[in-house]
């Protein structure tokens, strides 16, 4: 389970038939508008890992593009394994975050190397994977394997901080090791691959940052409900600062040359990589700078010649040992 679940933290009390009544609504509810996400119901671990890592940080409209891209590229965690960096990359292609890409093909390695060519069963293995936190880890767990675990996102922290603590805006104000624990306690034995995804969409279409609390089927039993009904209002969370000008969009610039380099190319000078992704003086020195943090994420690597390739230099086909041929 979660680590913040383990420090045990004062929960309040939740009465045997307000919790029958929660989660016999809360079910019914995804009954009629659970959405038909191929992840779900696969019974796949290796696609519930990609689903969740596809979900860190990305609206659910992309996810579906992201997943079904890479899925026909590597159908299963062997040919995932078995491909090289750069490829692995350009599949990943505009998705952001390709750090994300380098750990599901370095934990499809691990699997590979030390888990018999299968994503463990076992939490503590399957937390150990590059990439995997606890909400990746219960999403595998429940859709992969079946078992109960209690999966945290960001609309699942504010249904269970409204509805249990009464907090208007949890993600600020309940504290995260209450909100795994609460998780954990709400979760019906034997539903964990209806009720997670039941209070994700929840979250995502009915207790939403501004909640529809007149159409809510929990509003009986929800603790924040008096109060959006007095008129009370949860402050926005934090906006993420501006993407314009940032690292962040240099780093995407410099993914995205590296990535149109053709493939057998001898790879580009670092002049020309700074020329085809920065602008003027400044930037290029920032580049520069930023190229070390893609080589030693494994994002882009410079051969002895100075030229600049797409991947890691070590994570080839050949390194993969062990392996059926493809
Ligand atoms: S009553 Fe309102 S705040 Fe409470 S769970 Fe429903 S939508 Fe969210």
Do not use: K
């Not at 939740?14 to 019914?28: D, E, G, T, W």
């Not at 949890?170 to 209450?178: D, I, K, L, M, Y």
């Not at 085809?276 to 494994?298: T, V």
Request: with cysteine; net charge positive.
């Amino acid at each position: 389970m979660s680590r913040a679940a383990s420090v045990s933290p004062a929960l309040p009390e939740i009465a045997p038939a307000r919790l029958r009544a929660v989660r016999s609504r809360l079910l019914a509810w995804y009954a009629e508008h659970e959405q038909p996400f191929p992840w779900r119901t696969a019974r796949d671990p290796y696609a519930a890992m990609v689903a969740a890592v596809a979900a860190q940080q990305t609206q659910m409209s992309r996810v579906l593009e992201i997943y079904a891209r890479w899925m026909a590229a590597f159908p299963t965690l062997h040919a995932l394994a078995r491909a090289d960096r750069a490829e692995v990359l350009r599949v990943w292609g505009r998705a952001g975050y390709p750090r994300r890409a380098v750990g599901l093909h370095e934990a499809a390695r691990i699997c590979m190397e030390q888990h018999g060519g299968a994503l463990p069963r076992d939490p503590a293995a399957i937390m150990a994977l590059p990439g995997v936190g606890p909400f990746t880890a219960a999403i595998i767990r429940c859709f992969g394997f079946g078992d109960d675990a209690a999966a945290v996102d960001t609309n699942i922290v504010r249904v269970i901080g409204r509805l249990a603590f009464g907090d208007l805006q949890p993600a600020r104000e309940t504290s995260p090791a209450a909100i795994a624990a609460m998780a954990e306690r709400l979760m019906p034995a034997g539903e964990a691959a209806h009720w997670n995804p039941a209070l994700m969409d929840f979250g995502a279409r009915v207790c939403t940052p501004r909640p529809r609390c007149e159409a809510c089927p929990l509003a009986p039993y929800c603790v924040a409900r008096p109060r959006f009904a007095a008129g009370e209002v949860a402050e926005p969370v934090r906006a993420q600062g501006a993407f314009a000008g940032s690292d962040r969009e240099l780093r995407g610039r410099l993914m995205q040359a590296l990535r149109d380099a053709p493939g057998d190319a001898p790879g580009l000078t670092q002049e020309a990589l700074l020329r085809r992704s920065a602008r003027g003086r400044d930037e290029r020195a920032r580049a520069r700078r930023l190229l070390d943090a893609h080589a030693a994420e494994g994002l882009g690597w410079a051969a002895e010649d100075g030229r600049w390739h797409l991947g890691a230099a070590r994570v080839v086909r050949r390194d993969v040992q062990g392996l059926p041929p493809s």
